[in-house]
């Protein structure tokens, strides 16, 4: 049995949503509200230390933490579709635009930053939502000038094979839509995101349709 500790709101959860429902492995996912605090009681902090999702646990091992570290983990267990391509300079690639979106921009967008703006820097419900679509908007403005300039772009982030830079990206682009950025001069990522939320592995990783989640089409928000 595989559990994952998420949230519906998750960006981070939401990757290895996607990555389990492209592999077909079946789990059980256990929500966490980050809002309600309950990632820093002391049972959750037993499971991850951080006080963050997500979580994924196989077999009653160890936890493992981090999406991009959970994505290659299953990507070794289950090569079957590949999320990463053979080639080594193009695995580079796709980790490097993965990279981009989930540990240069996401960390900035979290909970604890939000927490850390309002309690110590007196950030209002405001400042605080334009802090996060500044960063929101940057990733994906600079993933818009690679893939734009790169020939090895394609139907996705890497020719036409779907990988783990199309799963950061589509996060990313979640949250941004959610929080209101405008991406219609962004049409190579907006391409790429809409392709992907066509998807059946996508569509039922949804934030919107997670335990938890307000009814309202169209949006997500960010954590």
Partial sequence: M??????????????????????????EEQ??????????TKDFKAINPQAAVPALIVDEAAPLTQSLAILEYLEERHPQP????????????????????????????????????????????AARAAW?????????EQAQARLAADAASGLYCHGDCLSIADIALTSQW????????????LPVVSRIADA???LDAFA????????GAPQRPNASSAS
């Avoid at 929500?31 to 820093?40: P, R, S």
């Avoid at 979640?174 to 991406?183: E, K, P, S, V, Y």
């Avoid at 039922?204 to 335990?211: D, E, F, Y």
């Fill in 2 to 27: 595989i559990k994952l500790y998420g949230w519906w709101r998750s960006l981070a959860a939401y990757r290895v949503r996607v990555a389990l429902n492209l592999k077909r492995i079946a789990y």
């Fill in 31 to 40: 929500m966490v509200d980050l809002m309600a605090g309950e990632q820093l």
């Fill in 82 to 125: 590949p999320l990463l391509p053979s080639d080594p300079r193009a695995r580079a690639r796709v980790r490097s635009l993965a990279l981009l979106f989930a540990a240069d921009h996401h960390p900035l967008i979290t909970p604890r930053v939000n927490r850390y703006l309002a309690d110590s820097l007196g950030a209002d419900d």
């Fill in 132 to 140: 996060s679509r500044h960063w929101l908007r940057q990733s994906l």
């Fill in 174 to 185: 979640l949250g941004a839509r959610g929080l209101g950025c405008d991406t219609r001069d």
């Fill in 196 to 198: 992907c939320l066509k």
């Fill in 204 to 211: 039922r990783a949804h934030p919107l349709v997670q335990p």
